[in-house]
């Protein structure tokens, strides 16, 4: 993992976001994508300076159109905006799960997972 992803990583892995579980490198179908979270379909990709190139940029879009139209939602982040201020894209990522909860609400395993969290971070579990 670059630098950037294992910065992200930090705040995902365990629940963390939410409540969710996250896996890091996943294969979806014939691609792979630096996160995923099965629950809310949702992959989660960093964006370096090769993908600013020309041939990176078209694959990348050709390859999110398949996996969109299997249903997978995705939240795009640049590289250095992670190392930078990684609260900014935390903070989308947690908008777009509770627009996803208000449309479809919350799993109980969700809810479990965020009362476990909520009494680790209380210190009572």
Request: charged share 35%; net charge neutral; proline share 1%.
């Amino acid at each position: 993992m670059t630098f950037s992803e294992v910065r992200l990583w930090n705040e995902l892995k365990n629940g963390q976001m939410m409540g969710y579980d996250f896996d890091r490198q996943r294969m979806i179908g014939k691609y792979i994508v630096d996160f995923y979270c099965k629950d809310l379909k949702l992959a989660l990709e960093v964006d370096g300076i090769t993908h600013l190139e020309e041939q990176v940029a078209v694959r990348d879009s050709i390859r999110q159109k398949e996996l969109e139209s299997t249903g997978v939602s995705f939240l795009r982040f640049d590289a250095l905006l992670i190392i930078n201020k990684v609260e900014l894209p935390l903070r989308e990522i947690e908008e777009w799960i509770q627009l996803f909860e208000q449309k479809n609400g919350v799993g109980e395993f969700v809810k479990r997972k965020r009362l476990a969290l909520e009494k680790r971070r209380l210190g009572k579990g």
